[in-house]
């Protein structure tokens, strides 16, 4: 993972190569990604709100839309309420998602490598395991059940 100043460094590369420019919020927004790991828009705009002056909501789902299109943040689904962001160098692992608890851990989809073919062998259908949620229960609440 990149370090603070290389993921500003490569924000502002990025942008100037897209004739934009950096700003404070652009950058907290990419900030906030990355300290966070995995966050949704709301989460995101509750750690930036105090540092900068203005930014609301609308601000934050358009940077990240922005930074979404240049390839700097990806989303994926791990609920069904707003979309969870992380950094885009941060594929290859799958999701297991404790719908107890809330819990989220991060796998090797290497994992799910038979499922892949088993899926493709019997329908023809090549699933994308990169970043895969999958949920079910944790065994944290599966040893408080008993």
């Known amino acids: 993972m990149p370090t603070e100043a290389e993921a500003e460094t490569e924000l502002a590369a990025v942008l100037r190569s897209k004739g934009l420019r950096m700003t404070a919020q652009r950058q907290l927004v990419l900030e906030a990604v990355r300290s966070l790991g995995h966050a949704t828009p709301e989460r995101i705009h509750e750690r930036i709100r ?10 934050v789902y358009r940077t990240l839309d922005l ?3 240049l390839q700097l943040v990806s989303h994926t ?15 290859g692992h799958a999701h297991l998602v404790c719908h107890r608890c809330g ?3 991060e796998v090797d989809p290497s994992l799910f490598a038979n499922a892949r073919e088993e899926v493709a062998d019997t329908c023809g259908f090549v699933m994308d395991i990169g ?8 065994a944290e609440c599966l040893e408080k059940e008993r």
Do not use: K, M, W
């Open 67 to 69: 930074l979404e299109e």
């Open 50 to 59: 105090d540092q900068v002056e203005g930014v609301n909501i609308t601000t």
């Open 103 to 105: 819990r989220i851990t």
């Open 77 to 91: 689904h791990l609920s069904h309420g707003a979309p969870t962001y992380h950094l885009s160098g941060d594929r």
């Open 131 to 138: 970043h895969v949620a999958v949920f079910g229960t944790c």
